[in-house]
């Protein structure tokens, strides 16, 4: 996926969660640059999730009503770019934005 692509994604998950896109796009930015196939470590993908947080949040998503994206995970991997945002977002909205050491540099950007 392009980098343009995953911002689009970003922007359209964003606006279903109700999350500031702008910060959603600097967090994954100083994560991975937008490289799909970013890894550190354990830590892969786009919005750099270790395989156990991915899976710890998905288990915690997939019980909350207001998370839309379940179809997206036929087989989970947080290296599946739509999937990794679309948690990535509904991670923010329910306050768990802190899991990303990234989110410290990026969390005071206002839109107005």
């Keep these: 996926m392009a980098p343009s692509h995953v911002i689009t994604v970003i922007a359209l998950m964003a606006r279903i969660y109700s999350v500031n896109p702008a ?11 937008f490289n799909v196939e970013a890894q550190n470590g354990e830590h892969v993908g786009v919005a750099q999730f270790h395989p156990r947080t991915f899976h710890w949040m998905l288990d915690m998503a997939s019980s909350d009503p207001q998370f839309r994206h379940m179809h997206l995970f036929g087989v989970p991997t947080p290296s599946d770019p739509l999937q990794a945002i679309a948690l990535m977002t509904w991670a923010f909205r329910n306050g768990y934005q802190d899991h990303w050491c990234a989110y410290r540099l990026c969390h005071e950007i206002r839109v107005d």
């Design 23 to 33: 910060v959603i796009q600097c967090t994954i930015f100083y994560e991975s640059a």
